[in-house]
């Protein structure tokens, strides 16, 4: 359902990252696991490929970043912008999904085998749960009562293949996402804007943990006096 998926899309999500590609390398064993193995392909042999698969998105993704200049400056939108840029290049390189495929490639895979609405938009909160997204605008209350008004009118529990139960339900949608200002053309805007979130979260972090790991180095003897460092002034090259 694509109201199901604005939904969580629109949601922010501030995570840390104690590494840059973190976040980017989740990738899900299962998705190497959508057709059955060959004959004979051992277990110990596939783990082998997912491996050796993971191991060249990793290099070819920190590739992209050792090419480029990282100011670590949350504060910065243009520090911001191109941070998010340098991600969306590495993660295509590398070909990684983006938080947006991943959030819709888990509902695909959370909800596939459910038949009935209410059960797919409960699944929906959990989801929304664990990945620790806030509904904000209260979106799931209004899902829900136009689930409550379409059942009302239908008379029975609305299922997944009742395509004019679904239609009535839509319908709904279609009026809380005017209610909500959402339209579907923003989708890539949407999408646009959970990307720079989540990279002002990440040069957060990264920023968090450079000043810690700064301020614990001054508190050794030997370099006590040594002039503190402005952490926009380091080049996240030399790191990785």
């Keep these: 359902m694509a109201f199901s998926y604005r939904l969580l899309s629109r949601s922010k999500q501030l995570f840390g990252s104690q590494a840059i590609l973190n976040q980017q390398l989740a990738f899900p064993v299962r998705y190497y696991a959508k057709e059955a193995a060959p004959d004979g392909f051992k277990g110990d ?22 090419k480029e200049k990282i100011i670590i400056d949350p504060e910065d939108p243009a520090a911001v912008s191109h941070y998010a840029k340098v991600m969306k290049t590495a993660r295509e390189k590398a070909g990684l999904l983006s938080e947006s495929q991943r959030i819709q490639y888990t509902i695909e895979e959370e909800t596939k085998d459910i038949p009935d609405a209410r059960t797919y938009f409960l699944q929906l909160q959990e989801i929304r749960i664990k990945r620790d997204l806030p509904d904000e605008l209260g979106v799931e209350a209004m899902m829900m009562d136009a689930l409550e008004k379409v059942e009302k009118e239908i008379k ?24 909500l200002g959402v339209r579907r053309e923003d989708l890539p805007k949407y999408e646009e804007e959970l ?4 990279a002002k979260a990440q040069l957060e972090e990264l920023k968090k943990d450079a000043v810690e790991a ?11 006096d040594e002039k503190v460092v402005d952490v926009r002034s380091l080049d996240i090259r030399n790191f990785l």
Aim: charged share 45%.
């Design 45 to 66: 042999e596939m783990l082998k490929d997912i491996f050796r698969d993971l191991k060249k998105k990793f290099d070819t993704a920190i590739g992209v970043f050792r």
């Design 214 to 224: 700064m301020e614990t180095h001054r508190k050794r003897e030997e370099f006590k």
């Design 156 to 179: 029975k529990p609305l299922m997944r293949n009742d395509k004019k139960g679904m239609a009535l339900l839509m319908a709904e949608f279609d009026k809380i996402n005017t209610k």
């Design 195 to 198: 990307e720079l979130k989540i």
